[in-house]
């Protein structure tokens, strides 16, 4: 009886904290177990299951043997995440840091990429990926957190002379290479708005510029600014910048192009018209043309004066 | 006989009496919050003014005749003035041509339209350039270059004076691909590939929609007066998106914002339908004596069934309708609640198809001793109140009334730095970190 009792407890326990342990939300790789030849590339995509639970920010650690495999390139253009305090990026030894944010919040059920990475087998051996120091936030304006797990991911490095470095095996590492997603790139970053102001807190409420956008295939490179007071970029005039870029013309009289480049070298210009036009009077070209004008008036008046008064004086003479 | 007599004078009398007053009794004014019986229409209102003030007023209605003198006249009854309402704004991009088209705009009472201005500026709210177009109702700005530009369209009077100003429209010229400099490479690098998306549903009639794409504003809209709208993006890549769609309704209340990832394919144009965006919803009461009604309002679809939570214990639901511009109003009796501090949000569905958006946004009263009246004011259809929900809300750092890419960028240049500010420490803890970054997040209205 007492036997029954224990069983039917421990059931109902099962079916009511199961389907909790289940829904939770968690951080996993994608794929969890591959197997590679020692020197060539692999890919592997961090994600995050939230299972209906509305987030707006993750961050963590990504952990890997540096003397097993070194990062080729990271990967965040096709995030669930659309701005990133921290981008993926190697800090000191195998640790990959990241923070990111996505407004209104992410609540999907099918599990979302935050960024992949491309590794360069370097040793033989077994590779374990993991992940720590993670963190996932509610969308409900108070930061909280949110329960959350996290996966593993298994890489077996094999030797050169493996059967696994089949030609089909080498053609997937090379797809993988930086120069092969370079030239299937053909496609531009996408569209941006830069926004200009100004705060108390930041160079001095000067002026600055606020730009950003992602590029979904091969990722943004760099970014480059022109400041101008004609309606169009000259082409040597760029300067490589970041945001938040401080602005030259404090007046706000200049056209501002900002020039995102992707990783192909494809580039998005946008324009951001004069937040206070110049006034025709203000620009250094009118005064230049408007003395020109009076000098060439004053020219003219002045010999027209000169051809009138000649006649006369040799009427005079002639009388004379 | 003189007894009969008698009598068909009495009826005579009180059928002449009924006729008389029923010849004055214009019909009732009412609304959801009162109703005047019998009102008497005065004479048109007009005001005095001098270079400071302006008056208005009416008199005690059983006066009947006009009171004057050297320096005042006095109108009794009820006042009527001219009206011009504005007409609705809607917008798209086609390629890099700008097409605007609007509603004719409506006067009555002596006023009359005689045309109308396009305003267009590069900047939200200010600095616009206006061009008289005459009476037409649509206008193509062809071969725009690339940029953000907002337009408004101005009513004007038979005078030519500008009486309505519409709602302002954001559009975006996308700028053109340039190809990459190198040569070589699979895929044909630097042909334009068109893929794009088109987003459809059910916003507020005259609400404005907005479409973020990856946190950014890509596109606005506003909705047609059966709350449905349409968004066409193009121009975008193959790959994953993060959509987010939201909608104020016409007393500037937000929604909650509908998210939904995408994928898109290179060559092809996806369509995301069924968007039904949740209710907005407002209280007059921040605090409600407890047996007083609280009124509930807010906008949804026309014409729909709403249900209104209030949680409590145990959670109590009740319905009611929305009119035909999508307005709603619950007077809900506070009886029945406890004492202390509850919840309300509402969701909406379609009468003639079975179709239920989520709830929206939950706002919170209390149930005390006393009445403490929203600061912001009841807003309804026929007398729209704009409030700006963002105002004053933490995250917007510059104080613009948004929470945006400009709000980010402040809160990143602080991010980890020792000594913060204290108006970007969000949660006030001494530091910027990924907590204040999400409740940053959580205010976001591009």
Redesign the interface.
Known sequence: MKIKTLLSSVLILIIIVLPRMTLASSLSFSPTSQKVAKGELLKVGVYISTEGEDI??V?GHLNFPSEMVSVDSINY????L??W??APHKTSGGVISF?G????????T?K??LFSVVFKSLKEGSVDLSLSDY?A???????SKVSLSSGTSSIVVTPVSSSITTSAGTDASKNLSQEAI???????P????P?V???Q??FDSKYFI????????SGIDHYEIQESVW?YAAPSSWVKAE??YLLRDQKLHSYVFVKAFDR??????????P?YPQKFYQSIAFWVIIILVTFFVVFFFKKKLRSEICPTNNENQNRS | MEKSNHYFKTILSLLFFGLFFGSVSASDISSTHFIISDPVIGTSGGYQSSGSFKMFGTGNSLFSALGSSVSFISDYGFLYFPFINSGVLGGSVNSSDVNLSWTASTAGLGFNVSGYKIGRSLTSGSGYTFNSVGNTLNVIYASQPAGTYYFIVQTLDGLGSVAATSNEVVLTVSSTVVPPTQTGGAGGAGVPISTGAIFSGRAYPGSKVFLSKDGQLAASTVAGGDANFTISLTGLSSGDYLFLVYAEDQAGRRSTTFTFPVTLTSGATSNIGGIFIAPTIATDKDEVKQGDNLTIIGQAVPNGQVSISVHSSPELFVKTTSDKYGGYVYNFDTSVLDMGDHLTKSKASLSDAPIISAYGRAIGFKVGDKNVYSQNPVSTPETPVVVNPTCGVKADLNNDCRVNLFDYSILAYWYQKPQVSSKVDLNHDGKVDLIDFSIMAYYWTI
């Open positions: 707006n920010a961050t253009g096709n995030s669930i659309s701005f305090p921290e923070s944010v996505t407004p209104g919040g992410y609540a999907a099918s979302g990429l963190m936030l509610k969308n409900d304006g108070e930061g370079v030239a299937k790139d053909g496609e531009a996408e569209t941006f708005i926004l102001g100004d705060h807190d930041i606020v730009f950003s956008t992602t590029d979904k295939i309606n945001s938040p192909a070298g494809n580039t998005r210009m946008e324009t951001l018209y937040l």
